[in-house]
């Protein structure tokens, strides 16, 4: 993980997507979790626009770096949001 706040919630973060019914493990979930952050914290936190033009765009990129389903996406938004309200 690139921050030591993520670090920090790595395992809250995965307890709270194994809750929401999550299948990939620690693992993945934290390789998908880095794309995550890396296109969407600057626009989703930051309000800069500087990698992406929308949170759609941001969200959609995620998907296709990290190879998930809009499902998948959203499991990985809502165990952050659960846990550290993320936008």
């Keep these: 993980m690139s921050s030591t706040s993520e670090e920090y919630y790595l395992n809250d973060y995965f307890d709270e997507y194994k809750n929401l019914g999550g299948k990939k493990n620690k693992k993945e979930y934290s390789e998908n979790l ?5 296109e969407t914290y600057d626009l989703y936190i930051d309000g800069n626009p500087i990698k992406h033009e929308s949170r759609e765009d941001a969200n959609w990129e995620v998907i296709e770096k990290a190879n998930i389903t809009v499902k998948e996406f959203n499991l990985i938004f809502e165990s952050v949001d659960n846990v550290t309200a993320y936008t």
Aim: no cysteine; aromatic share 40%.
């Design 34 to 38: 880095d794309i995550f952050f890396e």
